[in-house]
């Protein structure tokens, strides 16, 4: 019996090197195929990453090919004239029309309605207006602040 338990007992012995080295080459595995989904993911992100500077890339060239466009005098005074003043003429145009519909509403609700400035004022200067008010003027000097900081 203590034959039978030794030769059990070496043969398992005898075995224990090839599953250590069976289970140490599944873990190699499984290590090596952590590394290779991580090189799979910075490839995609390099890839994506890449896609993303050619997309810059065509926004600026494309914005230097209008800006180059527009830069572009024609050598008549009085066409490079009022094509540099249609953006402020309409801007002023319609700032003007905006103050002349508010100071109308304004004169309306004094003289008809008999009101006080001080209740007329608010009526025509709700939120709503403010929020108009403040967006168009946040586009034109934001865009102006935008600019002088990308020239410098």
């Not at 890449?50 to 230097?64: G, K, N, Y």
């Not at 519909?101 to 200067?125: N, R």
């Amino acid at each position: 019996m203590l034959t039978l338990l030794g030769s059990l007992l070496g043969f398992i012995s005898s075995a224990f090197p090839d599953l250590l080295k069976l289970w140490q080459d599944r873990q190699d595995r499984k290590h090596e195929l952590a590394i290779l989904d991580r090189q799979m993911e910075q490839m995609r992100l390099g890839h994506s990453q890449r896609l993303e500077e050619i997309a810059v890339e065509a926004d600026i060239a494309e914005s230097q090919a209008l800006y180059k466009y527009d830069n572009r005098l024609t050598g008549v005074k009085w066409v490079d004239g009022l094509r540099a003043s249609v953006r402020p003429v309409i801007t002023y145009a319609f700032f003007l029309l905006f103050t002349a519909v508010k100071l109308s509403a304004l004169y309306v609700l004094m003289a008809d309605q008999g009101l006080a400035f001080v209740v007329a004022l608010p009526q025509i200067w709700d939120p709503e207006t403010q929020a108009l008010f403040a967006a168009v003027m946040s586009f034109w000097f934001g865009q102006r602040a935008l600019a002088k900081a990308r020239g410098q």
